[in-house]
């Protein structure tokens, strides 16, 4: 198994390090407080190519492949996972689009995504009583006239208040998965309402916002993909966003057991440094070798989606695996913090907060133990 990185996968990375090490990491307590991204660094996102790395080139894509994106991803949620997880849902709506769409719609709303002309991309498909079971939506999509009439409601919608463009998913025919097809929304279309903003636990400066959709009037060539091929177009999406699920909770970890580290070589307890004591050892080496198997699952992942072979268990084996340890590792480093790692002080705090709905979105983890546990068995 080679696991070199080639030139443009180390460049992607290198690119995306520095970003997060000179404008994410020293600012992200500041965004969680103003519940914001700056614009300025979603423009510098879409300017490094962090907004569509495989995308290619010909929509201004940066072509770079799912490898160079997971790569990436693990470095901007280093630096700060409310950006990473606007930078996540941009790509894969971009990447959807890119797969399924026309050629008129790729040009308008890929290179739009790419150069950040259109800000950033939101994926509409939750619904209130339409989480882990998508078949269960009421959102509604009729033809009327020549034109689609869209009515219903969205929630736990990423970028919603500043997206350029929403992929929607709507009911077409009748119950179940099989009556759901896609749509895309630009963001200026009339009855489109932007509702309750998520005042949430974590992730305070990425906005999560519900939609409502007034009888929204698109066109006929706004239908992504086939008419009742919905379902089949947001689970592959899925598949490719729990590899950046899995990368972001990669980075998250990284930065909390980085922290723990040098916390532990300055903290003296008892006339010596805390790293000297077996226990803090432990968890330290623990932590590492569970970093280490996470960000493995999420390449291999990433691989074989690039490669173009079927990914989608290995997705979900390393999404679960990455978000439940990056939980366990956040939770040993604040635990070595001890009573300073409960305060806003010290970003650990804010990675245990960030990290825990990496468990949720995308996919909860046992929903991955169902889809893995199927493909094992089938």
């Known amino acids: 198994m080679h696991l070199e990185l080639d030139d443009t996968q180390r460049m992607v990375q290198e690119t995306a390090r520095a970003f997060a090490e000179k404008t994410l990491r020293p600012n992200a307590a500041q965004y969680e407080r103003d519940e914001k991204i700056p614009a300025s660094v979603l423009r510098s996102l879409a300017d490094l190519g962090l907004l569509s790395v495989n995308i290619p080139a010909r929509f201004e894509g940066a072509e770079a492949g799912a490898v160079a994106y997971a ?52 994926f509409a498909l939750s619904e209130t009583e339409a989480g882990s079971d998508p078949g269960a939506m009421r959102t509604t999509a009729t033809l009327e006239n020549d034109r689609w009439i869209l009515r219903g409601n969205k929630q736990w919608i990423t970028s919603a208040d500043f997206a350029g463009v929403f992929v929607v998913w709507a009911r077409t025919g009748g119950p179940g998965t099989a009556g759901i097809s896609t749509f895309l929304m630009p963001a200026n279309t009339p009855g489109l309402r932007i509702s309750k903003h998520e005042d949430k636990m974590g992730l305070r400066a990425s906005s999560t916002c519900a939609l409502v ?62 790293a000297d004591f077996q226990a803090i050892q432990w968890m330290i080496a623990d932590s590492q070798t569970e970093l280490d198997a996470a960000k493995l699952l999420v390449m291999r992942a990433a ?61 909860t983890s046992e929903i991955q133990r169902t889809v893995i546990g199927r493909m094992i068995l089938r």
């Open 71 to 122: 790569l990436a991803m693990q470095e901007i949620a280093r630096g700060c996972a409310s950006t990473a997880v606007t930078m996540a849902v941009t790509n894969m709506v971009g990447e959807v689009i890119n797969q399924f769409g026309t050629e008129a719609q790729r040009e308008r709303y890929v290179r739009g995504l790419a150069t950040g002309e259109l800000v950033a991309g939101s």
């Open 213 to 274: 959709f007034d009888d929204c009037e698109l066109p006929q060539d706004a239908l992504l993909g086939e008419l009742g091929h919905g379902f089949r177009i947001a689970m592959m999406a899925l598949d490719g966003g729990r590899i950046g699920i899995g990368a972001q909770a990669c980075g998250i970890a990284s930065a909390a057991l980085e922290e723990a580290i040098s916390y532990a070589k300055d903290r003296t307890q008892f006339g010596k440094p805390i």
């Open 303 to 363: 691989s074989l989606k690039q490669a173009g072979v079927a990914f989608s268990r290995e997705a979900a084996m390393a999404k679960l695996f990455a978000s439940e340890k990056a939980g366990q590792i956040c939770d040993r480093v604040l635990q070595i913090h001890g009573g300073y790692g409960y305060t806003r002080d010290f970003a650990i705090e804010r990675h245990v907060r960030d990290v825990r709905v990496s468990r949720i979105y995308e996919g």
